[in-house]
């Protein structure tokens, strides 16, 4: 008998599950709505690169690219390589310097305007004016 | 009778240090096992049903787990989450802990899974503003969905087995006990 008390009703499983799609519904519409969204047309950008003996290099790239990975890929003299996963790119190295995260727990931080990206390069949007820092970190 | 005066207890018997550390080695072997899988992982229904037949103990098995975890993958953000969110998870399944519905727990864990992101952008509150807690949020959204349809299928199949075993366990343990 505890236990028949202890088992919901089908209403209530219905109502549990209704809640659940509606949060599942409501936290993707929350998504479409406050998710950033690239801009399309010609923008100016600036990448800085800054290597693992500190060396700084800018770049000021004219760019239609919605998101970053593209942008980064249409600099001329920066090189990005990387691992495809189901996150997008993973960068690994650039302009031929690698950053092995297993070996020194080394990796690749990248920040726009003075802030750390909360995106993948593949879902980062570029706007017109963001200054972007690729910076070599190691632990 | 005597499994909840057990459960009463607050000081650790050896047969707790040892079923505590069978609960951490199963809780890292899964979260290992399902790495490969984005945002899939059985962690969530192993607190659940831990929490339902152990009680307080799982409380010493996620501080452990977060300490290993936190040398195998190296000292990040999320260890600091993973102090504060599993405990959460812990603590819902004490305070429903009478409750023994399949759905109840598919629903619960699919709405932590759906949860987590948000649990985990509360620590960006603290470091980086409530702007950056939210697009920390908003940006995981994604994963967060696919976590809650994860872990809702995965207690809808495997709740009543687990803590059928548990159950088990518990009174083979606490009966033989030194």
Redesign the interface.
Known sequence: MEQEKNKMSSKKIILGIAILVVLVVGAICAYKIFSPKPVEGSKSITVTVIDDKGNSTTYNQKTDAGFLRDALEEIKDLTIEGEESQYGLFVKTINGVTADYDANGAFWSFSVNGELCNNGIETQPVYDGDSFEISYEAQ | MKHNKLDKKRKLTVNDVALIGIMTATLIASKMALSFL?NIEIVSLLIIVFTLTFGYRVFYSIIIFTCIETFIW?MGIWSIMYLYTWPILAIIAYVFR????V??WS?VS??FG?CFGALGSLLYLFI?GVR?A???W??G??W??IH?MGN?VLALVLYRPLINALKKLKKFSYTNSI
């Open positions: 984005p190296g009478k409750q023994d519905s759905w109840f629903i699919g709405i759906l980086g950056t939210f697009a920390w908003i940006a959204i994604p967060d969905v809650c809702f």
